[in-house]
Every structure is written in structure tokens, then in C-alpha cells.
């Protein structure tokens, strides 16, 4: 690892945890809640501890100043659900695009077991050595998502699993993907790599839903979350961000963290 690349990761995390808040969803759902005024959002979200925030290269001019000096990632490639396949991604940006929108790290989509594998195989292994020769980190997002792929059968964890393994033979920094249901079973996925491994948010579900997953995540060895709607479409993204950051980077329980946040804890 550069000299280059450990001070950007640094940057996106606090001591080796993360909390990385997604809003690259305008490029696929568009001005959806949360994301309309997303500069008071990304201000909401960073004041409750997020460590990084991560969209498109076209708005990254309405984040800087918001973003009270947490970390930027900047994503490269996307789809829309109005598009005539979500999991057909495509490449938005480059590295040197993300380096001249202020980022601090890059972001690629893969859908491993996707009709598309083949071509995001090859995309991320461009981008990670391009981001190699500038020294900058690479957080790929990879799914196991598929035609063969059932997330409800008891052997998910090991598509996940080579899911995540996928992502580091292919050079990246830190990788993402969904969460297995309990600490049990995604204890396999972060086996599976030696990178950081950071979890989605699924479905939104109530806010002790969403501890709960996180601190199963983290129990089972994960390095925090990269979790969009649920925190930006929350009706107080401050206090739901506050919640997660006590999970990941306080230890605290499901419980504690939403006492302390502010959050209703259900009986």
C-alpha cells in the first residue's frame, strides 16, 4: 500500500472502521427523498458521525461544502431502474474524474454471477489498476446477485463469500456487500477476505432493524456499513447516523446506540 493510499483510507474512516453514507441514488432513482436538498442532508449525516459520503462526479460540487470535513468517494459506474436492466452497470467516471472532483476514494459496482460479470469483471480490474497509479483506494461494491443466485438458500453466504474474495483478487481496498441475515453466517464472508469488509443497508426496516444488522455485521467481524436509504431517507438522518456510528465505532449495543441517539427503542 502507498504512502498515498493509506492517508486517502484514512480519510474515509476512523481507526480502520467505517461509516460511509451512499447517495449516488439520483443517477438510479432519481430526486427521491433525501436527495433533493442533499446538502442539507449530507450536513445532517456528517454531524452525526458519518465518515465519508459518496455520489456521482456530477454532484460533488454540492457535497464539499456540507460534508464538514468528512471523506468523499466519488462512484464510477451506475444504472437506473427505469433502464431496461438495474444490474446491467455502466462505467460514469474515471479515477483522474474522481481526483478532479475532490475525492478521496473510488467506488465500482459488480454484480458477480450477473449475465454482466464478465464485462464488471473486467471494468473493476481497469479501475483498480488505474486508482493504483495515483494511489487511490478502491471500495468495490460487490453483490452476488444472479440468475443461480437465491438469497434465500442456506448456502448464500458462500456466493457472498466468493462475492467478497472476487473483490480482492481483483485489487481493491475495501469491499461491500449484503448483509447474510446474522453474524453466524456472514462470519464466512469477512473470512473470506483479508480487505475491510463493509456491509449494505437492505431493505429499510425500523431503526432497531437497522442497529440490529449492524451489530450483527460487526460481531461477525465487519468493518462498518456503507448504507444509503436507510440513513439519507430517514426522517432524522442526523439521529439515525448518530445510532450507527455508536454501533460501529462506539461498540455499544443495538439498544445503547439508539438510547443515546435519540432513537425510539422498541420494547
Given at each position: 500500500?502507498?504512502?498515498?493510499?493509506?492517508?486517502?483510507?484514512?480519510?474515509?474512516?476512523t481507526g480502520g472502521r467505517h461509516l460511509i453514507v451512499p447517495m449516488d441514488?439520483?443517477?438510479?432513482?432519481?430526486?427521491?427523498?433525501?436527495?433533493?436538498?442533499?446538502?442539507?442532508?449530507?450536513?445532517?449525516?456528517?454531524?452525526?458521525?458519518a465518515d465519508a459520503v459518496l455520489t456521482q462526479k456530477g454532484v460533488a460540487?454540492?457535497?464539499?461544502?456540507?460534508?464538514?470535513?468528512?471523506?468523499?468517494?466519488?462512484?464510477?459506474?451506475?444504472?437506473?431502474?427505469?433502464?431496461?436492466?438495474?444490474?446491467?452497470?455502466?462505467?460514469?467516471?474515471?479515477?483522474?474524474?474522481?481526483?478532479?472532483?475532490?475525492?478521496?476514494?473510488?467506488?465500482?459496482?459488480?454484480?458477480?454471477?450477473?449475465?454482466?460479470?464478465?464485462?464488471?469483471?473486467?471494468?473493476?480490474?481497469?479501475?483498480?489498476?488505474?486508482?493504483?497509479?495515483?494511489?487511490?483506494?478502491?471500495?468495490?461494491?460487490?453483490?452476488?446477485?444472479?440468475?443461480?443466485?437465491?438469497?434465500?438458500?442456506?448456502?448464500?453466504?458462500?456466493?457472498?463469500?466468493?462475492?467478497?474474495?472476487?473483490?480482492?483478487?481483483?485489487?481493491?481496498?475495501?469491499?461491500?456487500?449484503?448483509?447474510?441475515?446474522?453474524?453466524?453466517?456472514?462470519?464466512?464472508?469477512?473470512?473470506?477476505?483479508?480487505?475491510?469488509?463493509?456491509?449494505?443497508?437492505?431493505?429499510?426496516?425500523?431503526?432497531?432493524?437497522?442497529?440490529?444488522?449492524?451489530?450483527?455485521?460487526?460481531?461477525?467481524?465487519?468493518?462498518?456499513?456503507?448504507?444509503?436509504?436507510?440513513?439519507?431517507?430517514?426522517?432524522?438522518?442526523?439521529?439515525?447516523?448518530r445510532g450507527v456510528a455508536g454501533v460501529i465505532h462506539d461498540d455499544a449495543?443495538?439498544?445503547?446506540?439508539?438510547?443515546?441517539?435519540?432513537?425510539?427503542?422498541?420494547?
Amino acid at each position: 500500500m502507498s504512502t498515498g493510499n493509506a492517508a486517502r483510507l484514512a480519510r474515509i474512516g476512523t481507526g480502520g472502521r467505517h461509516l460511509i453514507v451512499p447517495m449516488d441514488h439520483g443517477l438510479t432513482l432519481g430526486a427521491v427523498k433525501g436527495l433533493k436538498d442533499i446538502e442539507s442532508t449530507i450536513d445532517a449525516i456528517t454531524r452525526g458521525g458519518a465518515d465519508a459520503v459518496l455520489t456521482q462526479k456530477g454532484v460533488a460540487g454540492r457535497v464539499h461544502e456540507n460534508k464538514n470535513e468528512a471523506g468523499y468517494i466519488c462512484h464510477l459506474n451506475g444504472s437506473t431502474v427505469i433502464g431496461p436492466d438495474e444490474n446491467d452497470k455502466r462505467t460514469t467516471g474515471t479515477v483522474e474524474d474522481a481526483i478532479r472532483a475532490g475525492a478521496d476514494a473510488v467506488s465500482f459496482h459488480i454484480n458477480v454471477g450477473s449475465t454482466y460479470e464478465r464485462e464488471q469483471i473486467e471494468e473493476l480490474a481497469a479501475v483498480t489498476s488505474e486508482a493504483d497509479r495515483y494511489g487511490m483506494p478502491v471500495l468495490a461494491m460487490t453483490y452476488a446477485r444472479g440468475p443461480d443466485i437465491d438469497p434465500d438458500s442456506e448456502d448464500y453466504n458462500q456466493a457472498v463469500g466468493h462475492a467478497v474474495r472476487l473483490g480482492e483478487e481483483l485489487g481493491a481496498d475495501v469491499v461491500k456487500t449484503g448483509y447474510t441475515g446474522d453474524a453466524d453466517s456472514f462470519q464466512h464472508v469477512v473470512e473470506s477476505t483479508s480487505l475491510p469488509v463493509v456491509i449494505a443497508g437492505g431493505a429499510k426496516g425500523t431503526d432497531q432493524e437497522t442497529l440490529e444488522m449492524v451489530r450483527g455485521a460487526m460481531d461477525a467481524g465487519a468493518a462498518g456499513v456503507s448504507m444509503g436509504r436507510s440513513i439519507f431517507q430517514h426522517d432524522d438522518p442526523e439521529a439515525i447516523t448518530r445510532g450507527v456510528a455508536g454501533v460501529i465505532h462506539d461498540d455499544a449495543s443495538a439498544e445503547e446506540a439508539a438510547r443515546e441517539a435519540g432513537l425510539a427503542v422498541e420494547a
